[in-house]
């Protein structure tokens, strides 16, 4: 474990000292796209890129050497690495100290320690990066031995070692019981003052239990001043192993009992494993939660769709006195977006202000995702005008907030001021401004943004730009250009790509390429009645009823279940949900009377109810009904009893708005004369006076 975290403290090391030579470097923007990648974990998209500089010519140099050998590294990919090698001589990058250790490092995760050795040797000039990575290759390899003849050499020859270094030495000691050797090692890093560093002392911890020493084990663990929990588990399995079982339960027993973070690793763990209950549980017998303990189960539940809990438990720290950190509030902001909660959003924003961390940017730019998701386009812009610094990751939710709102033009101009201002796009950007046209219709701006991308930006397309594009054409109506970007997808096809694609052939009733769409979504995802769904509708909407209902009962057969359509409102602060046919709301007596009478004004105004995708095997009548029981009306007409005439009213679905609701909706914003707003799955909805801002193209 200890030599994984020595690994990544190289290569992190190694990517700082590349990062802070960026200035001198003609390749700065592909380097720092390479190196953003390799940060965040995306090894092989990497490797992809820098491939694509290859064949385009563009200029590599040692900025870009660096990271795609990381990459190289992680992956075990020894002969892509051993073909940057090739190019590296050839450029005659070949004795700079930074891409020899990272070839070091290379050969030597790759488990080629010969090839390593090599370029060590050849080296005129080494660091403490270099040693350590051949330290930690021979670790690896299990030359314990060669790895402590490594360090003695490395300090002959004057190069200090670091922290990292040292945690690489001490698992060699460990690998080969060197128990003096160990000892020696110790009193260098209390020398060095390197002792204070938690990985340093859990290495040295597990050193000295290997090695049979557990008194020392027990100086080194009472003396550390932040423990985590490798280190407790090193001092347990070490009893364990001692056959000091007794010890060892006991040790269990005041690891449980001990400070907060022990807790707090485990709630980390089982949020991010997907295992949310087991966090709970976790969190509740803590004997006293710090704000770290609250902020990682909010994250929690907002990374598993549960915003209102999320909310909840905001409350609750709040009733304990627990004081919120900015981290705190990103949490929380988050998870009102998520839930269209935009009462409690501006609450949480009058906290923001009142702290004082309005000039925060990672608290700005959730503010500004927050106000553009929960329908406050114009509040998400006050606070975008007003924010002293802005990153890339600010105009995005800027971009991306017209983009869900329709607004396609003005998330192109917001992108033209973004370049104005020197705010480099990155891919995100590009999603946004994709998502934008998609929204709006405007086919030739996306195309256009598509090819810039590569051409002007060096950014590659990944999944989402594709499936952007599929989505945009597709409801263009460019059906077999649509379909020609999928089967040309460098990467294999994802459904989401393929669904877009089946929801346009739904949109302008093109069968033959439906069903042979529906195959490859079915094909991909057998257990989500999606595919079926759009087919059904499909055939619904070109007036193949019996094909529609061959579908659903082949769904039916599959035990396939539909995901029921679900609305939310809020009103006095509270959130109210629907489902269709809803019948366990407290008011629903009320509710069904207000439909009725919205029923007759709408039918006056000329409202014709659109049957036609209603599958149910009965009368028109009841078909009637049945449409005007959708969990979107009866969250309309709960609104407009419980809120003052006039007041707008904001709504949000868990899927997309179906047709007759979409008109519906048109002529309940006129008949009563409120403006009322749906956040769909895919977008917003402006309805007033008897319009929506989609212009119907949805």
Same mark, same amino acid.
């Given at each position: 474990? $200890? ?9 992190r090391?190694i990517t ?36 694509? @500089? ?12 660096v ?12 002969? /892509? ?18 891409? &020899?250790?990272?070839?070091v ?6 488990g ?16 403490a ?8 290759g ?36 460990a ?8 000892r020696?090692? =110790?009193?260098?890093?209390?020398e060095?003052?390197c002792?204070?560093?938690?990985f340093?002392?859990?290495s ?18 009472n003396? @550390?001043?932040?423990?985590?929990v ?12 001692? &056959? ?14 001990e ?10 763990m089982y ?5 949310i ?5 976790v ?5 006293s ?11 929690g539940?907002?990374?598993y769709?549960q ?5 909840e ?8 006195g ?8 990103? &949490?929380v ?34 503010? +500004? ?6 329908? &406050?386009?114009?509040? /998400?812009?006050?606070?975008?005008n ?16 017209y ?15 973004m ?11 590009f999603?946004?401004l994709?998502? /934008? ?21 060096? +950014? ?17 109506g460019r059906l ?9 997808m460098?990467?294999k ?5 393929w669904?877009?694609?089946l ?11 439906g ?13 989500n ?8 509708n ?9 094909l ?7 769904r039916?057969?599959r ?13 006095d ?5 629907f ?5 366990h709301h ?5 509710? =069904? ?15 014709v ?42 709504? !949000? ?21 409120r403006?009322?707003?749906? !956040? ?8 007033q006076?008897?319009? $929506? ?6």
């Amino acid at each position: 474990m $200890c030599v994984t975290c020595m690994c990544v403290a190289t290569q992190r090391s190694i990517t700082s000292t590349t990062r802070a030579r960026a200035t001198e470097s003609k390749s700065i923007r592909p380097g720092i796209r390479l190196a953003r990648y390799v940060k965040a974990g995306q090894h092989e998209k990497t490797i992809e890129l820098y491939q694509e @500089m290859q064949q385009k010519g563009t200029s590599r140099d040692n900025f870009t050497f660096v990271p795609v050998l990381n990459a190289c590294a992680s992956l075990r990919a020894l002969e /892509a690495g051993r073909k940057v090698h090739e190019e590296i001589i050839q450029s005659g990058c070949k004795a700079d100290v930074f891409v &020899g250790s990272s070839l070091v490092d290379m050969y030597a995760k790759c488990g080629s320690l010969e090839d390593a050795q090599r370029v060590f040797s050849k080296m005129p000039t080494r660091d403490a990066v270099t040693w350590t990575a051949m330290i930690l290759g021979h670790v690896k390899c299990g030359q314990g031995q060669k790895a402590l003849e490594l360090f003695q050499q490395m300090q002959q020859e004057g190069v200090e070692p670091d922290s990292v270094t040292f945690v690489g030495v001490l698992n060699a000691c460990a690998s080969i019981v060197a128990l003096e050797e160990g000892r020696h090692v =110790h009193e260098q890093i209390i020398e060095t003052g390197c002792n204070s560093d938690v990985f340093v002392g859990n290495s040295l911890v597990d050193m000295y239990a290997k090695c049979g020493s557990m008194e020392d084990a027990e100086r080194v663990f009472n003396k @550390m001043l932040s423990r985590n929990v490798v280190t407790w588990n090193t001092m347990i399995l070490g009893y364990v192993k001692c &056959g000091q079982g007794s010890k060892a339960l006991e040790l269990f027993q005041q690891m449980q009992q001990e400070v907060a973070f022990v807790g707090n690793s485990l709630i980390d763990m089982y949020a991010k494993c997907g295992s949310i209950e087991d966090a709970r549980r976790v969190f509740n017998k803590l004997p006293s939660c710090d704000v770290v303990s609250w902020n990682v189960m909010i994250f929690g539940h907002v990374k598993y769709g549960q915003g209102q809990k999320a909310l909840e438990l905001f409350r609750q720290m709040q009733e304990e006195g627990v004081q919120p950190t900015p981290l705190t509030l990103v &949490g929380v902001l988050n998870a009102c977006a998520s839930v269209v909660a935009l009462e409690e959003g501006r609450r949480t924003h009058d906290w923001v202000i009142k702290s004082g961390w309005d000039s925060n940017v990672f608290v700005g730019n959730s503010l +500004i995702d927050m106000y553009a998701k929960c329908g &406050g386009l114009i509040d /998400a812009l006050k606070v975008f005008n007003k924010m002293p610094s802005r990153d890339v990751v600010t105009w995005n939710a800027m971009i991306g907030g017209y983009a869900i709102h329709g607004h396609g033009k003005e998330a192109l101009k917001q992108f033209e001021q973004m370049r104005e201002e020197g705010v480099q796009p990155d891919d995100t950007t590009f999603v946004c401004l994709l998502s /934008a046209c998609s929204h709006s219709g405007l086919v030739d701006e996306g195309l256009r943004f598509y090819s810039s991308m590569s051409t002007v930006y060096m +950014i590659s397309a990944n999944l989402q730009h594709y499936t952007c594009m599929v989505d945009l054409l597709g409801r263009a109506g460019r059906l077999h250009e649509a379909e020609n970007m999928v089967l040309a997808m460098r990467y294999k096809p994802q459904v989401a790509a393929w669904r877009a694609l089946l929801g346009a052939c739904r949109i302008h009733g093109n069968v033959e390429m439906g069903e042979r769409v529906a195959k490859q979504v079915l094909e991909l995802e057998p257990e989500n009645a999606a595919g079926y769904v759009l087919l059904s509708n499909l055939y619904t909407a070109t007036g193949n009823r019996d094909l529609s209902e061959n579908i659903e009962r082949e769904r039916k057969e599959r035990s396939v279940k539909k995901h029921p359509g679900r609305t939310w409102i809020e009103v006095d602060n509270e959130v109210h949900t629907f489902v269709v046919d809803d019948q366990h709301h407290p008011q629903m007596i009320e509710i =069904h009377a207000e439909l009725k009478r919205l029923s007759g004004l709408m039918h006056d105004a000329g409202y014709v109810p659109d049957t036609n995708f209603v599958l149910h095997d009965v009368e028109e009548e009841e078909k009637v009904f049945h449409l005007c029981h959708h969990s979107e009306k009866l969250a309309i007409a709960f609104g407009l009893i419980n809120s003052a005439p006039g007041t707008p009213l904001c709504i !949000r679905k868990n899927l997309r708005v179906c047709r007759d609701c979409h008109t519906s909706t048109k002529f309940i914003s006129k008949v009563v004369g409120r403006a009322i707003m749906v !956040r769909d799955a895919n977008r917003f909805h402006h309805f007033q006076d008897g319009e $929506c801002s989609c212009r119907d193209y949805w």
